[in-house]
Structure formats: structure tokens, C-alpha cells
């Protein structure tokens, strides 16, 4: 073999490691949805306007163990009586990534002497299946 087909194989082989490697370490973690409603008592009546949201989540450990999510959907529009339209946003006050982190009110508390009560929790959500009716608040 020549030097540059050798070459060309030790890169096609490098690739081919690389192509294998990512494809073993992909994320097994499952987007979910959820239907966001709000409802508005107004004197004329309750209005309600509602909005799905998907939230992509993956873990990964390099260079350290983090999670991540990714949220797509859009504020929730009620139309109230006025002809205004109030907007209720996918945050709250206190945490601008609200919507991302809807699903861990679901799971499962972990004990207070968990070594790692992040990790523990997060792997009780990852055993939630099906269709899961959220807390009002």
C-alpha cells in the first residue's frame, strides 16, 4: 500500500471509530409533551387558552455529568373580554427554565442521604410511562 492510501484507511478507520463511538453513547432519554392550560376568571366569565410543549432532554458526561433540555412550544395566549390578550409565559419569576423542569415535580422524592439526590431523582423520572396527569399548581 502507499503512503497515501494508507493514510486515507487511517482516517477512514478513525472515522468509522468515531461514527461507532457516538453512536453508543447516544442519550437514551425520551422527549416527552405536555399540555400547559390556564385559565382566567374574568368578570364576564372563565376564558382559557392552552399550549403543548415538547422538552427534549439528554444527559451526557464528558467533560462532567450534566442534563440538558431543550424546550419548544410557545406562551399560552388567553383572549380576555376586553379584546386584550394576556400571555402567560413558559417561565415563572424565580426560574427562567420552568417549562424544562416540569416533568421532575412528578418524581418520586429521593432520601435526604442520597449521595446524589439529582442523579437518584432524575433516574425515578426516566421510569415514568404513559400518559401523567400534572399538579394543578
Known amino acids: ?57 439528554s444527559e451526557s458526561s464528558f467533560p462532567h455529568s450534566t442534563v440538558n433540555h431543550r424546550v419548544r412550544g410557545e406562551a399560552v395566549a388567553v383572549n380576555l373580554p376586553s379584546g386584550k ?6 417561565r415563572s419569576e424565580n426560574d427562567n427554565d420552568w417549562a424544562s423542569r416540569v416533568i421532575f415535580m412528578l418524581a418520586p422524592e429521593v432520601a435526604p442521604t442520597a449521595k446524589k439526590p439529582f442523579q437518584a431523582r432524575y433516574r425515578n423520572v426516566l421510569q415514568l410511562r404513559g400518559p401523567i396527569p400534572l399538579p394543578r399548581m
Request: net charge negative; charged share 15%; proline share 5%.
Open 1 to 57: 500500500m502507499t503512503t497515501g492510501k494508507t493514510v486515507a484507511a487511517w482516517f477512514a478507520m478513525l472515522a468509522l471509530c468515531a461514527l461507532a463511538g457516538f453512536w453508543l453513547t447516544q442519550d437514551p432519554t425520551p422527549a416527552y409533551r405536555y399540555r400547559l392550560t390556564v385559565e382566567v376568571e374574568t368578570p364576564e366569565g372563565l376564558r382559557i387558552g392552552s399550549s403543548v410543549i415538547e422538552v427534549e432532554t
Open 85 to 90: 390578550t394576556l400571555f402567560a409565559l413558559l
